[in-house]
């Protein structure tokens, strides 16, 4: 047997992360790996670490590749372990307590962040904004009320960092070295135009600002500028800058300039390392974004796997991820003599462009406040269009070129198939169109997952919803960005993230917190809200009756003409003399007008007075019955068939197990109702394979199925895979039916849900990852402890007494009788 | 004008409704979330739904059946649907709730 090459990664961040996905495309056999990561998770996508500032998304949103992924890939991860020494000689890594053999080894340990060398920057409460870690520290500090910041660093990074904790409400002053802000990036009009807009939300802005020192007792308290100025600072953020991470390669003799020197292969001047990402130079330059080290994570993954390849430097455009402001810019815009300004500038609508000229070529080009000809002008950047012809209307940008309709669609139509839509991922337009049109996609998130386009920092998201209306036309319907309904501009993704992310815990906070538009909501939100807070916190959370459709109020279908029907739980559809009788006995006492057999195996009575919905509860729960929730977005029936019990060709105890899972999971409410259903063999008498979860039962085990339809839509279920175990059926079906809750919108099905976030997904987190399915099936274990209370009994008991009396009955009032 | 008593202002559920038999049919009377009280005729200009069985929303209500939003201030249904609803003046005196009786026998009218 071939022994396999030892490939060793120090550093998992973005660059190494994409590396390992290439090389898992192309040759996934050829190393044994080895990941070394100095901070304690995987990889996540480090650029949207503003947005988690801000709130606006979870860390786990982030997260790009998991423990399952890893282990998936038999990576050995040695996170949180730093590696301090290269053996060259040797060819071994080292870290404090282990040393690792190498064949190949990557270089992939990032920059670190540059801290001025001014007095007082290692008290506690000065940070940097570079890792999770940072985000928390921040979040935590921006708790506290009344809270002061003071960011030192008017570029990219301060500027999100001051717009987040300004969002907390803390007062925040931002430093910058430099006569404007992101001077790197933005001319001084533009910079002008940014730093108004930040001073409109409360931000101080402090331009050739020169720290002298950050003074505090044991802990920061202000900071000093060398012209006496004092800003109060309970936490300095410092995003002044980054240098190289090069230390490992410069002790272990390699070449180092600022960064650790590489070819066009990505290898290091030892043939046997390679660097890739924001620790190496390439041609003189060190690159930040992350468009060029996606290029180098592909060229090293083809080095290592010994195809030709080179990378070459590339232009880069940037966008400020601030809510609310629009900036874009690229090139160079650097005043000089061979150079010609094109302007436009329209100070009441904020907007500022500016197109820097190099022999008719466009060589730089800053837009402020109006942005959505930027891909256009970038992609005549990069391939050096000669613009002479349209040069006077230029600056009006693509609608107006050629006499074009003003409609802001044909910007995206005009572009040509190879315009970079996705300059993270490299994506181009005629990538993306045909993507589309091949894969039949019609969501965002589908798009997403199929080309990658806007899937990492998700500026050009406008743009690649654009280019989905211009294919799909009216098929296009952008749900997952609708907002719930008219009460808020938020869609429910958003919404769920959002109470997690603040920690938003009643329905109020969550109106307040996400600016809500109506005092109190509307039919459409409020039943929503009310079931992501009973989800997301089970044991806190006060349901609110008043915010559920009736039906799940009085716990009874509401008919068409205001009585009731009444669906008593017989448990995988399993009954007795008994209980028949009783119900028999109830018919007649209330004088229910119709019983019928419905579709899950349950006996429906249809007609009941609303008043006499206690008494007939009162009845059946003598008998034993509790409620059936055929009212509830919950568990309504497991459909059985009889299976090893009785059938001739059963293969398990197909009733039993339907019965054990109807009475483990029913109660717990879910985004829309959950019908299951378990057959005792192929055959399928129970119906399973058009349920929301099914089970085949077969020989050697249970095949799991799920997202099935058969109502609106009609559509077979998908296999999550086969089990040995009755207890493994449960503890998968479980699991699956919490990640659903968890992540669902509200009414939405599990067929819709699944094919909104990918089969694979949910197979790789239930069937494929121990650990999450066990998480997930702990949290519905937990949340059901709060569920499992029988509605009609309690009612019976007492409660909601109002729910089912009148107010008051009045008779025929005095003057009435004259006028009749 | 004489006014009936139907009972008190925390008989009634904050953003809920309740229902009032009269031999001329239910009457919804409601409570929104910035406590006012306001009674209307509890059959839906639609299709006749039970609107004190809807979910209450500012000063309006949505219908069970199939969704018509009424305001309570008017009777009139909101947005695109047309149709209203009879509205009965209502006072609250105290915790008291009383309903106009002569609104009551003007409908028969």
Redesign the interface.
Not at chain 1, 806 to 816: L, T
Not at chain 2, 11 to 16: K, Q, T
């Given at each position: 047997m071939n022994k396999k090459e030892r490939l060793v990664i120090v550093g998992a961040g973005m660059a190494s992360g994409r590396m390992l996905e290439h090389l898992f495309e192309t040759d996934p056999e050829r190393f044994d790996i080895t990941l070394f990561g100095a901070e304690p998770r995987g990889n996540y996508n480090r650029i949207m670490l503003s947005p988690v500032l801000a709130g606006e998304k979870s860390f786990d949103q982030i997260v790009t590749h998991d423990a399952a992924w890893y282990d998936a890939h038999q990576v050995e991860c040695r996170f949180g372990e730093t590696i301090t020494r290269i053996d060259r000689a040797a060819k071994m890594v080292c870290s404090a307590s282990s040393e690792t053999p190498y064949d190949k080894l990557v270089i992939a340990t990032g920059s670190a962040p540059f801290m001025i060398p001014v007095a007082g920057r290692d008290l506690p409460g000065v940070m940097a904004f570079r890792d999770y870690d940072d985000v928390q520290a921040m979040v935590a500090a921006a708790r506290k009320k009344g809270a002061k910041a003071v960011v030192i660093g008017g570029g990219l990074l301060g500027l999100e960092a001051a717009a987040a904790l300004r969002l907390y409400g803390m007062e925040v002053v931002v430093l910058h070295l430099m006569g404007h802000l992101m001077e790197r990036q933005l001319d001084a009009a533009a910079g002008y135009l940014l730093q108004k807009e930040l001073e409109s939300r409360g931000i101080k802005v402090h331009c050739k600002a020169q720290t002298s020192a950050i003074v505090g007792h044991g802990r920061t308290e202000a900071v000093l500028l060398d012209d006496g100025t004092l800003y109060p600072a309970d936490i300095v953020v410092m995003a002044v800058g980054i240098r190289p991470e090069a230390r490992i390669a410069t002790d272990a003799g390699l070449h180092v300039e600022r960064g650790i020197v590489v070819d066009d292969r990505m290898l290091t001047s030892d043939p046997d390392i390679l660097a890739i990402g924001e620790c190496c130079e390439h041609g003189g330059i060190c690159y930040g974004l992350v468009a060029p080290l996606y290029d180098m994570a592909k060229v090293a993954a083809k080095t290592l796997t010994g195809v030709e390849a080179a990378f070459r430097s590339i232009e880069t455009a940037t966008q400020l991820k601030v809510t609310g402001v629009s900036l874009y810019s690229a090139g160079d815009f650097a005043d000089a003599p061979d150079r010609e300004d094109i302007v436009l500038r329209n100070s009441g609508a904020g907007i500022y462009k500016r197109l820097v000229l190099k022999d008719n070529r466009i060589v730089g080009a800053v837009l402020y406040g109006e942005t959505t000809d930027g891909a256009w002008y970038f992609d005549m950047l990069r391939k050096g269009t000669d613009v002479s012809e349209v040069r006077e209307t230029l600056i009006f940008g693509q609608s107006r070129q050629g006499g074009a309709s003003l409609d802001p669609m044909a910007a995206v139509a005009a572009l040509p198939d190879d315009a970079e839509i996705c300059g993270c991922n490299g994506v181009c337009k005629g990538k993306i169109v045909s993507a589309i049109i091949a894969k039949d996609l019609t969501s965002l998130d589908d798009v997403r997952a199929h080309t990658k386009a806007s899937a990492s920092c998700g500026s050009c998201t406008g743009l690649v919803e654009q280019l989905m209306t211009l294919t799909l036309g009216d098929k296009y319907n952008p749900g997952a960005v609708q907002p719930i309904c008219g009460c808020t501009t938020l869609g429910h993704g958003d919404v769920r993230r959002l109470i997690k992310a603040k920690s938003l815990k009643t329905i109020p906070a969550v109106m307040q917190e996400l600016e809500w538009k109506?005092?109190?909501?509307?039919?459409k939100c409020?039943?929503a809200l009310n079931y992501y807070l009973v989800c997301d916190w089970p044991d806190e959370y006060a349901d609110d009756?008043?915010?559920?459709?009736?039906?799940e109020?009085?716990h009874a279908n509401?008919q068409?003409d205001?009585t009731y029907s009444v669906v008593p739980r017989m448990w995988g559809g399993v009954t007795s003399a008994k209980e028949l009788r009783a119900i028999a006995d109830v018919v007649d006492k209330f004088h229910i007008p119709t019983v019928k057999v419905t579709g899950g195996q349950r006996i429906d009575m249809l007609g009941v007075r609303k008043e006499d919905l206690p008494g007939v509860w009162a009845d059946l729960g003598r008998a034993g019955f509790i409620s059936g929730h055929a009212y509830a977005k919950g568990l309504r029936t497991v459909k059985t068939c009889v299976g090893s019990d009785w059938c001739r060709f059963g293969t398990q105890d197909s009733t039993g197990l339907g019965i054990r899972i109807e009475k483990f999971m029913w109660g717990s409410w879910t985004p829309a109702k959950v019908k299951m259903a378990v057959s005792g063999c192929p055959r399928n008498c129970a119906e399973a394979t058009c349920k929301d979860v099914g089970v085949i039962c077969v020989d050697s085990g249970y095949e799991i199925h799920f997202a099935g339809a058969a109502g609106l839509d009609i559509k077979g279920t998908e296999v999550l895979g086969v089990v040995k175990t009755e207890d493994d059926a449960l503890e998968h079906i479980v699991a699956l039916v919490q990640m659903y809750r968890e992540q669902a919108h509200y009414l939405e099905r599990i067929y819709k849900w699944a094919k909104r976030v990918g089969l694979d997904e949910i197979r790789r987190q239930i069937l494929e990852d121990p650990q999450k399915r066990k998480a997930y099936f702990d949290r519905f274990a937990f949340s059901r402890k709060f569920a499992q209370v029988d509605p009609w009994s309690e009612r019976v008991s007492g409660k909601d007494k109002?729910e089912f009396r009148?107010?008051?009955?009045?008779?025929?009032?005095?003057?009435?009788e004259?006028?009749? | 004008m004489?006014w009936?008593?139907?009972?008190v202002t925390a008989?009634?559920?904050?953003?809920?409704a309740?229902?009032?038999?009269?031999?001329q049919g239910?009457i919804a009377?409601f409570r929104t979330?910035?406590n006012r009280f306001f009674a209307i005729e509890d059959r839906c200009p639609h299709?006749?739904?039970?609107l004190s069985?809807?979910?209450?929303?500012?000063a309006?209500v949505?219908c069970?059946?199939h969704?018509w939003?009424i305001s309570l201030e008017t009777g009139m249904a909101l947005g695109a649907d047309e149709g209203s609803v009879r509205t009965f003046a209502l006072k609250v005196e105290g915790e008291k709730l009383l309903?106009s009786?002569?609104a009551?026998?003007?409908r028969?009218?």
């Open positions: 109506t005092s109190c909501g509307c039919a409020r039943p009756y008043q915010s559920r459709f009736v039906n109020r009085v509401i068409k205001g109002h009148p107010m008051a009955a009045i008779g025929f009032p005095v003057v009435a004259g006028a009749l | 004489s009936i008593a139907i009972g008989d009634i559920p904050l953003r809920g309740r229902c009032v038999t009269t031999p239910p009377v979330v910035e299709k006749g739904g039970p069985q809807g979910i209450v929303h500012g309006q949505t069970p059946l969704n939003v309903i009786s002569e009551l026998a003007r028969t009218a």
